[in-house]
């Protein structure tokens, strides 16, 4: 009996001998992986001086499409021409807020709120229907990473997003979302977005068409002016209602008077979260 305790003893402590060294070694690689990520990101810190003026630059997204035209001409050709904010109409400006991200000028680059109303709607859902993502993430992401999902690059968007919060204006980071977003395939910007749907330059759209575009970005492949599917067209009829319940400057009435209780029939989701398609 004492030869079999002891056998016992001896095959406990080997086994959590190991189960130490395996989380040793975990750790270590832990903290490299760390000192790595914190390297890479010092090296790809964006130069926001620079960014804070001048033209705006074009995405990692864009040159993600058109690397993929390069190996596939059958894709439509690339859409995409910067316009300085002062030509994009302020109800446009609107649109897209009330749309994407009903609390920009509160938050620091992350909507808490959003995220946890959000959170609850797909526990309701039973399934990840609706993300929270601002249009400062969005900014981010379209500017400087991959459309790929994992928990990498969405830590990198933070991480960015912090930074990019930190030292360009509201107004600046809005410039650069409203040139940069997708609107289509191939199509980029608010610019090329009026040009093709609508046959103007962005500063000719009127509301209806303001509506209209801001009700493509969540989706913007499927749900666009050109398709003019069922979700699209509750959602710019929407936003159309409420640009025109509070015309003008309203922004602030506006967006208080989205943060209504979430209607699963009418293409929105709670408050500024965004509906199906958004990428994460």
Do not use: C
């Amino acid at each position: 009996m004492t030869l079999i305790w002891r056998g016992k003893k001896t095959g406990i402590s080997r086994r959590l001998t190991l189960i130490g060294q395996v989380l040793r070694w975990s750790l270590r690689i832990f903290l490299i992986a760390i000192v790595v990520d914190l390297f890479y990101l010092t090296v790809a810190w964006p130069d926001w001086a620079s960014l804070a003026v001048g033209s705006v630059p074009k995405s990692s997204f864009i040159e993600e499409y058109e690397s993929r035209r390069a190996n596939d001409p059958s894709l439509r050709r690339l859409r995409w021409s910067a316009v300085p904010i002062a030509s994009i109409p302020k109800t446009l400006i609107r649109a897209v807020i009330v749309a994407e991200d009903a609390r920009f000028y509160e938050h620091g680059g992350f909507d808490l709120i959003a995220f946890k109303e959000a959170m609850n709607y797909n526990l309701a859902e039973g399934r990840f229907a609706l993300g929270a993502s601002t249009i400062s993430q969005q900014t981010v992401k379209n500017l400087f990473l991959s459309p790929s999902r994992n928990p990498l690059r969405k830590w990198h968007e933070l991480v960015l997003t912090w930074g990019m919060e930190n030292n360009l204006k509201k107004r600046r980071i809005l410039e650069l979302y409203l040139n940069v977003a997708e609107f289509g395939p191939g199509i980029y910007g608010v610019q090329a977005a009026s040009a093709t749907y609508f046959g103007v330059p962005v500063s000719g759209i009127t509301v209806e068409q303001a509506a209209e575009l801001a009700a493509t970005l969540p989706s913007p492949e499927n749900n666009n002016p050109a398709t003019r599917s069922n979700a699209f067209t509750r959602r710019s009829n929407k936003i159309l209602n409420r640009l025109l319940r509070y015309p003008g400057d309203a922004a602030d009435a506006i967006a208080v008077e989205f943060r209504q209780p979430a209607d699963p029939d009418d293409g929105f989701a709670p408050t500024a979260g965004r509906p199906p398609g958004e990428t994460w």
